[in-house]
């Protein structure tokens, strides 16, 4: 028995010895799993890339799946931002070099300051490029990008980045362009806008963060023409994310993708977010977007709004079965949305239903807590005999609001735990509180 042992542990330490010594005879499923959990280590997979061949194929893989550009257009001295402005045209040589890469590449991330188109000439130095003659080329060979997110703080027009920019090959240069991220950009009109989303016939996920438009476009009408043509088969959403947009912005999208001759379709949404700029003193009409969630009863999995919906919108969508999350804003008080919620979950079991999560982030204090705690306690009992799996109580302030409103007595964590004694007994009450460094 002691032999066998004792030939056994000869027999791995060789083996350790020989696979120390010949990295490339080590089973790929091996290497698959090691390098998983380097996805997040990127001097780490760096160093397994110059391994072996093998390794190398496997981490280059890794490395190379996100990629974040990051560029400035040239309004300061150069030597400010090289750093920043590099990384686009070594990624541009890299790939150029080793075509081998670019399969690779499954998400880009473009985060830019320009270009500045109405004064080109004067503000930006020899040494900017537009993306036409650098990275515009390379996108065709990306063959499997999924994800294209794009960031801007100026862009004056999108007719007229297509033109300076070469843009159009960010949309049209990968087959299988799965994720649109627009994140502060400016487009001339509502034409403009539609145009770019008919072009991507393969989208089905589109995130908009702070877009606008220098034309004042009003909301369509049902019956108002839209400003381009239909073309062919309509695109198709499964993941619509709309954040930050002025009002009027908010609501020239939505009746847009809502109208019947739109070029999307999103019928058969699973993941929708409707947050737009808001205050207590703008009251939204809600009915424009009530839509949204009648043509998605039944495939809607995740649900995150800051619009003030109330049972008869909420309640069909949960009888259904289908939705596992839901995210609300207390909005526009947090007495308010009490009152709605406890006419929207009574009665209903929410087995299905994964996770609530409620933003009360603001002047919320020990005050207000103690007048709305029987409202608190009546939406307690009726999520606990729902089945609700989890409640979180999402809390997020800034320091400069307990400078300035130091008379103000926050509502804190431990406040909630008595004001919802049964989800507490199930172990189902969540409580986040974030203090931003502001």
């Known amino acids: 028995m002691f032999q066998e042992a004792h030939v056994f542990q000869l027999r791995l330490i060789l083996m350790q010895r020989f696979l120390v010594k010949n990295p490339g005879k080590i089973p790929q499923e091996l290497v698959d799993i090691v390098l998983d959990f380097l996805d997040d280590d990127l001097p780490s997979l ?30 300061k001295p150069s030597w400010e931002h090289d750093a920043k402005i590099q990384p686009i045209r070594a990624f541009c040589h890299l790939i150029s070099a080793n075509d081998h890469l670019a399969p690779f590449i499954h998400s880009i991330e473009l985060r830019s300051k320009g270009p500045a188109l109405f004064s080109i000439s004067r503000n930006v130095q020899s040494w900017w490029l537009p993306l036409k003659d650098t990275l515009g080329p390379l996108i065709p060979t990306f063959t499997r990008l999924k994800r294209l997110e794009l960031r801007y703080e100026r862009v004056y027009g999108w007719e007229a980045f297509l033109a300076w920019e070469g843009a159009r090959n960010l949309t049209l240069g990968s087959p299988c362009l799965r994720k649109l991220d627009l994140r502060r950009v400016t487009f001339e009109d509502l034409g403009s806008f539609l145009r770019l989303l008919q072009s991507v016939s393969a989208l089905d996920q589109l995130a908009l963060q702070d877009i606008a438009f220098i034309e004042n476009e009003p909301p369509l009408d049902a019956n108002d023409p839209l400003p381009i043509k239909a073309s062919g088969s309509r695109v198709a959403f499964k993941s619509l994310s709309i954040h930050g947009l002025p009002r009027h912005v908010y609501e020239v999208i939505v009746s847009a993708f809502l109208h019947p001759q739109s070029p999307v379709d999103t019928r058969f949404l699973r993941h929708l977010e409707l947050h737009w700029y808001h205050s207590p003193e703008i009251i939204h009409d809600i009915n424009t977007v009530a839509p949204f969630l009648s043509s998605n009863r039944g495939t809607l999995e995740h649900f995150s709004t800051c619009e003030s919906f109330g049972h008869e919108h909420l309640r069909p969508l949960l009888e259904t079965g289908s939705l596992k999350s839901l995210q609300l804003a207390a909005f526009p008080t947090v007495s308010a949305w009490l009152d709605r919620m406890k006419d929207t979950f009574s009665g209903i079991p929410l087995h299905s239903l994964h996770s609530l999560t409620v933003d009360v982030s603001g002047q919320y204090s020990k005050y207000c807590l103690g007048l709305d705690t029987m409202k608190w306690g009546a939406l307690d009992v009726i999520l606990a005999q729902a089945g609700l799996r989890n409640l979180t109580i999402l809390m997020i302030r800034s320091q400069s609001q307990y400078q300035h409103y130091w008379d103000l007595d926050w509502a804190e964590t431990d406040d909630f735990w008595s004001a919802l004694p049964a989800l507490v007994g199930l172990e189902a009450l969540n409580i986040e509180l974030d203090i931003l460094n502001m």
């Open 46 to 75: 760096i160093a397994c890339a110059t391994v072996c061949r093998t390794w190398a194929h496997t981490a280059q893989a890794r490395i190379l799946s996100r990629v974040i550009l990051r560029r400035d257009d040239g309004r």
